[in-house]
């Protein structure tokens, strides 16, 4: 489906727009999570083909005729794996936030300058 | 073609939560919004054929990282206080 | 400002990219031969309801065993970076002390229910896990000085990672492939007691998961 495809993408430019613009370390990591977003929903509209149903095989699909009538399983099961994944970078990525809060007591990334030249 | 509709409402809502939670200035409501856009993922997911992944996503993607989120907000707030 | 300029030809470099892809992209009417032959292969090989099960269990089971070490990773990250520290206690409101007390079971079982259906309905052991994890955090809202017996969780999570692993070379021994599910009969299309190893496997990493989780969950609201 074209417009779920756009949605993706917008959300995608929306997530790294923001973890670009901006200064506090928590809205960085919220861009972070809105961009994992929307590149989940970029692989799943990838996977849609029009008029078919879940890949599930139950009684409402033809066993026979199965080829014919689920939609891609593999981007499910990849995008399944990215979101634990997600999940597993996002409270790393917010423990790393606190410990550096411990440190100086700010969360502006501008006080963090120890790696600039 | 009513997935069709659904799915451009339910993705003009996202795009501008997701502006809405960059800018925000309150913390906790930028959280918010953003559990919100991960909730509203889990039903486009739906309809583009895939209850698996929409399950994820509403119990980890919408849950689970809000709470996190918040009990990182939480700690570095209640470490405000103490100064 | 020279920053935000940056930022700014970033963003419309990007756009650019983004655009052209979209503009140029076209749907496909067909499965491709793999997914063809993952969905053919779920229900002839494998007699598993759910096509996106047996691929995360069985055709693609390294990625998955890769997938929880990730996780125990990133906990062991989490643990190491935030360790305990004591903060002031606080009391839940009455509502949500009583009625966690009996919805906590519910929660449970219902996660229970997800990752052993795993191979029938939609859900699996990653979903199951996850509601388990919430049962536990509704506990931990519900009465702030909880303590969770810290030496059960890492056995729960050890051990069912370890019967993981043990699962994957029994199919070695068998001579049929690492984390095969016909290591026991395949039984019949749709019933619960079907697909092999599959529901052993999924309850597994159910259980792993859950346990993993908790275990974040527990590390980050620091008490």
Same mark, same amino acid.
């Given at each position: 489906?074209?417009?779920?495809?756009?949605?993706?993408?917008?959300?995608?430019?929306?997530?790294?727009?923001?973890?670009?613009?901006?200064?506090?370390?928590?809205?960085?990591?919220?861009?972070?999570?809105?961009?994992?977003?929307?590149?989940?929903?970029?692989?799943?509209?990838?996977?849609?083909?029009?008029?078919?149903?879940?890949?599930?095989?139950?009684?409402?699909?033809?066993?026979?005729?199965?080829?014919?009538?689920?939609?891609?399983?593999?981007?499910?099961?990849?995008?399944?794996?990215?979101?634990?994944?997600?999940?597993?970078?996002?409270?790393?990525?917010?423990?790393?936030?606190?410990?550096?809060?411990?440190?100086?007591?700010?969360?502006?990334?501008?006080?963090?300058?120890?790696?600039?030249? | 073609?009513?997935?069709?509709?659904?799915?451009?409402?339910?993705?003009?809502?996202?795009?501008?939560?997701?502006?809405?939670?960059?800018?925000?200035?309150?913390?906790?409501?930028?959280?918010?919004?953003?559990?919100?856009?991960?909730?509203?993922?889990?039903?486009?997911?739906?309809?583009?054929?895939?209850?698996?992944?929409?399950?994820?996503?509403?119990?980890?993607?919408?849950?689970?990282?809000?709470?996190?989120?918040?009990?990182?907000?939480?700690?570095?707030?209640?470490?405000?206080?103490?100064? | 400002?020279? /920053? /935000?300029? $940056?930022?700014?030809?970033?963003?419309?470099?990007?756009?650019?990219?983004?655009?052209?892809?979209?503009?140029?992209?076209? $749907?496909?009417?067909?499965?491709?031969?793999?997914?063809?032959?993952?969905?053919?292969? +779920?229900?002839?090989?494998?007699?598993? =309801?759910?096509?996106?099960?047996?691929?995360?269990? #069985?055709?693609?089971?390294?990625?998955?065993?890769?997938?929880?070490?990730?996780?125990?990773?990133?906990?062991?990250?989490?643990?190491?970076?935030?360790?305990?520290? /004591?903060?002031?206690?606080?009391?839940?409101?009455?509502?949500? =002390?009583?009625? +966690?007390?009996?919805?906590?079971?519910?929660?449970?079982?219902?996660?229970?229910?997800? $990752?052993?259906?795993?191979?029938? #309905?939609?859900?699996?052991?990653? =979903?199951?896990?996850?509601?388990?994890?919430?049962?536990?955090?509704?506990?931990?809202?519900?009465?702030? +000085?909880?303590?969770?017996?810290?030496?059960?969780? =890492?056995?729960?999570?050890?051990?069912?990672?370890? $019967?993981?692993?043990?699962?994957?070379?029994?199919?070695?021994?068998?001579?049929?492939?690492?984390?095969?599910?016909?290591?026991?009969?395949?039984?019949?299309?749709?019933?619960?007691?079907?697909?092999?190893?599959?529901?052993?496997?999924?309850?597994?990493?159910?259980?792993?998961?859950?346990?993993?989780?908790?275990?974040?969950?527990?590390?980050?609201?620091?008490?």
């Amino acid at each position: 489906m074209i417009f779920a495809l756009i949605l993706g993408f917008a959300l995608l430019v929306i997530g790294i727009y923001g973890m670009l613009s901006q200064r506090n370390l928590i809205k960085i990591v919220i861009g972070f999570s809105i961009a994992d977003t929307g590149i989940h929903i970029i692989i799943v509209s990838i996977g849609y083909l029009r008029n078919r149903t879940a890949p599930i095989l139950n009684s409402a699909v033809n066993l026979k005729n199965a080829v014919n009538e689920v939609v891609d399983p593999i981007p499910s099961v990849l995008v399944l794996t990215a979101i634990v994944i997600g999940l597993a970078v996002t409270a790393l990525m917010l423990s790393f936030v606190v410990e550096l809060y411990k440190k100086k007591q700010s969360l502006s990334i501008d006080d963090y300058q120890e790696l600039k030249w | 073609m009513i997935s069709v509709i659904i799915v451009v409402i339910l993705g003009i809502i996202m795009m501008v939560a997701g502006v809405v939670a960059l800018h925000l200035k309150n913390l906790l409501a930028a959280i918010i919004t953003a559990g919100a856009i991960s909730l509203l993922a889990s039903v486009i997911y739906l309809i583009l054929g895939s209850p698996d992944v929409a399950m994820t996503e509403a119990s980890i993607g919408s849950g689970l990282t809000t709470i996190i989120f918040l009990y990182a907000l939480n700690k570095v707030k209640k470490e405000d206080k103490n100064d | 400002m020279i /920053k /935000k300029i $940056f930022v700014i030809l970033t963003m419309i470099g990007l756009i650019m990219m983004l655009s052209s892809l979209v503009l140029n992209f076209e $749907f496909v009417e067909q499965l491709n031969d793999l997914s063809a032959d993952y969905v053919t292969g +779920s229900i002839e090989d494998l007699k598993s =309801q759910n096509v996106v099960t047996s691929v995360i269990v #069985t055709y693609r089971g390294l990625d998955t065993l890769g997938e929880v070490t990730v996780l125990f990773l990133a906990t062991a990250g989490i643990g190491f970076l935030l360790g305990k520290r /004591k903060g002031k206690k606080r009391v839940a409101s009455e509502l949500l =002390q009583t009625s +966690s007390s009996f919805l906590v079971a519910l929660i449970i079982l219902l996660g229970v229910y997800i $990752f052993s259906h795993g191979h029938l #309905t939609p859900g699996g052991g990653f =979903q199951g896990g996850v509601v388990i994890a919430n049962a536990f955090l509704l506990l931990i809202l519900s009465d702030a +000085s909880i303590k969770f017996n810290h030496t059960i969780l =890492q056995l729960v999570e050890s051990l069912s990672g370890a $019967f993981y692993v043990i699962v994957g070379i029994i199919g070695l021994v068998l001579t049929i492939g690492f984390l095969n599910a016909k290591i026991i009969p395949l039984g019949e299309f749709g019933r619960l007691i079907s697909a092999g190893a599959i529901p052993i496997i999924y309850s597994l990493i159910g259980l792993k998961v859950g346990s993993e989780l908790t275990n974040i969950i527990d590390t980050m609201r620091g008490e």
